[in-house]
Structures are given as structure tokens and as C-alpha cells.
């Protein structure tokens, strides 16, 4: 839950630091999230190669709009793998 400049103000010293311990704890948990989500990632990239490949080299004009679809999914996966903090942008642009 997000707090107010004034609302954090206004806790004790015991109720902030419990926040933080909280906070680090989410922060760890996401954190074992993502890369376990990147390992799954990486190995689906890594069996699925030979496709990935082949999408990777397709120009979009001559694609039916599935292909452009696998072709965009491919490459925000081959992204997210490379360089998970560029994701959102890369995305933002293929729209």
C-alpha cells in the first residue's frame, strides 16, 4: 500500500522500519520471480531456436498478420532475455 509524504511522516521509527522490512521482502520476491521467468524464457528461446531464427530474418510485408504476430513475440522474447529493462520501451515501439 502506498503511503503519503505525510502519512510516512507521521509513523514512528518501529513502524517505518517494519515497512522497509516489508518493502525489501516484496523486492527479493519479485526479483526471484523475474528470473526464474527468465530462465523459462531462455529455455523456450534456446529449444525453439531454429524458429526463432527463421522469424528473426522474415521481412513483415510478405507475412500474414499470425506471422507478424509470432515474428513480434519472438522478437520482445528474444528482447526481454537480452535486456529486460529495455522490454517496455521495445514494446512501446512495435505498436
Known sequence: MQRTRQELQAMSSEDLVVRVLELQDMLREGLAVRDSLHAVLNRVLNVKEDEVT??????????????????????????????????????????
Do not use: C, H, M, Y
Open 54 to 95: 527463421t522469424n528473426a530474418g522474415q521481412s513483415e510485408a510478405g507475412l500474414s498478420p499470425d506471422e507478424v504476430e509470432l515474428k513480434r513475440a519472438w522478437a520482445a522474447a528474444r528482447q526481454a532475455v537480452s535486456n529486460p529493462t529495455s522490454l517496455i520501451k521495445f514494446l512501446a515501439e512495435a505498436d
